[in-house]
Structure formats: C-alpha cells, structure tokens
C-alpha cells in the first residue's frame, strides 16, 4: 500500500539477496525508521522485540531468517538450529512455525550446493504468496461491505482491533484488505479503530495506515466499541487472527473476544479474515491449545509517544511497586464468528468447513 503516495511494502527482499529491508514498526506512526536484517539472528531480534509482527509478516520473515542462514551454513544441522531459534520468538502465530516447516521440508530434501538459491526462493514465494492471498481476502471480504452499503444511505461503518493491516502482512493486511477494495471501488466508509492497549497497534499502525490510503477513520478507546454498537452505529466487525483452530475458535489479539461478545449480544456480524496459512488444524480446542504468549509488564506499566520536543518517550502510567499481566492474545469462541474471510471464499468457522478449505490446498 502506499506511504505519502509511495508504495511500500512492510518488508522488501533486496536484489543482492543478503538482506531483506523491513519497517520498524516500534518507531511508527511519529517516524518511519527502516532497518536492514542480514542474519538470522537480526531477523530473530526483529521478530522478538517486534520490529516486525503480525502473523504473516512474522511468518514470511522468518522465512527470509533461514534463507539468510542458508547463505553462511545450509547444512541440515544449521538450518535446523536457525529454524529453533526463529521458532522461539514469539509462540502465538501459527505462520511462524508454518513458514519454518515449509522452507524446512523444502531445504532438506536438496543437495547442499542447491539449498542457498533454493531458500531464498522459496522465501519470496512466501511473500508474494501472501500478497496474492490477502488481495483475494479483499475481494472476498468486499462483497460484505458492498451488501451493507446497498441497505444504508450513510458510510459503512466497520470495526477493527489492533493491526491486521499491510504492515501486519507483506502487503494489503487481512483485516484492511477488504477495506482498502471498498475504498478504492468509491464505497464511503467510516472505520472504527481500537487502539489496542497495551501496545496500541490499532492507534499507532492501523490509524497510520488508514490515513495514508486517505480512509476516513476514527480512533476509539478499547472500551468504546460495545457502546458504539448498542448505539447502532457499527455494521460490521473485521478483525485478523494469529491461529484459528480446527473447529473455528479464533486467537487474535488480547480484548478481540470482549468484541465478539459485544458483537453478538448486538447483532453486528463478526467476521475474521484469515488467510489458510493462519489455520491448525493440529489444535482443536483453541481456548485449551493455542499457546498464549505473555509479554513484559512494562508494555502495561508504561505508555509511549511524541513529547512536544519532537522526541519519542516512555512514561510511566502505572504506581511504582503495581505489579501488571500482559497476556497478548486471547480466543474467541468459533460460536461468536459470523465467518472467515479467506482467499478462497468466506466459509464457516466450523470443523467441516475447515478441513475442507485446507484440503483445497
Ligand atoms: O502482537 P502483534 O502485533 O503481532 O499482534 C497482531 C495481531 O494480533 C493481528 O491481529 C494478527 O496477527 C493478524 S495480522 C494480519
């Protein structure tokens, strides 16, 4: 999508292929700082301290992380070590670990000699697999969007939480595709955006996003949404997701279910976009099997922003000696979600559908 009328990706393989060129995301949405990652260990400190994130975005720059090991040492045994270490950063998003088998299964069956090119690849297979899947999300996920603007004389008025936006993928976004379709096909819009405590991804790279496609939004509290729709102004929820389990419960960013559970109590349709790459069908019970991976205090104790000097600064919200929990996802019941927005059509969050999406494979 696009930056000032440029367009941009969240991560660019560079042609010299010793490198790829990501946005760090820790400096939007008052800089845009961009960093160049030629290890697998600078992509592993990426992934961790979230210069990068998002689902996909993690998934395909894990991806270039062994393909960047793969140029100094593409033995079984160091791209096994590289693919531990990816694996360990952050435990919630399926895509990482799906992007490591696949580059994985890949590698290992060709000679040493082959592995270098071959990983690089297939790393940007990855990625512009992904472009390709959540521009088909967009298609899917306009149809909504249009049958709500056919009943309604005002802007469509669309939630979403967090950031399952371009930045969150390689490009386009899950949640924003089908936003960014309406916007480009003349629909009005007007997008509610949670700003996603604690690290307010919604205010910080949604909001940033949105602006720059020039989409009327406004930002809300975390808190607002359940009250915005007993008003009736909300016609649609889209949210993305990190790993929807085989029978369609959905983990996504922490506060995701207090919406859901607002959606349903007044009647506002509740959809998920997820590409197939964010489904495991290996975990059934999303509420007991999806790891739910617990940050720092520190992301809930303190809070971010510009200062009038023009600098970036950290204060202190919280009473020294308070201590915090920072559980950073949580799931929302496959009873809750009205369906999934996926790049092969909009299907059911239950166990049939699902098995059958993936065996389209
Ligand atoms: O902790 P983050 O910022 O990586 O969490 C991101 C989300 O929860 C997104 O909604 C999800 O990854 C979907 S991204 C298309």
Known sequence: MRVADVATRSIVSLPSRDAVEVIDQRWLPHRLVRARLDSVDAVARAIREMWVRGAPLIGASAA???????????????????????AATRPTAVNLAWALRRMLSRLLALPLAQRQRSAWDEADAIAEEDVAANAAIGRHGLALIEAVAQRRSGPVRVLTHCNAGWLATVDWGTATAPIYRAHAAGLALQVWVDETRPRNQGASLTAWELGHEGVPHRVIA????????????????????????????????????????????????????????????????????????????????????????????E????????????????VT?????????????????SEGALRALKEGA
């Open 64 to 86: 270039y992380g062994l393909a960047l090991q793969a140029r100094v040492d593409a033995s079984d045994d160091a791209l096994q070590r590289a693919a531990a270490t990816l």
């Open 222 to 313: 975390d808190n607002a949404g359940g009250h915005l729709m007993q008003r009736g102004d909300v016609d649609l929820v889209i949210v993305g997701c990190d790993r929807v389990s085989a029978r369609g419960d959905v983990c996504n960013k922490i506060g995701t279910y207090l919406k859901a559970l607002a959606a349903q109590d007044n009647g506002v349709p509740f959809f998920v976009a997820m590409p197939v790459s964010t489904l495991d069908l290996e975990v059934d019970d999303g509420l007991r099997g999806i790891p739910i991976e617990e940050r720092s205090e520190r992301e809930v104790t303190h809070v971010s922003g510009l200062a009038a000097s023009g600098e970036t600064v």
């Open 315 to 330: 204060v202190r919200l919280t009473p020294e000696g308070s201590a915090a929990a920072n559980p950073a996802f949580d």
């Open 333 to 349: 019941p496959a009873r809750l979600v009205t369906g999934l927005i996926t790049e092969r059509g909009i299907v059911a969050a």
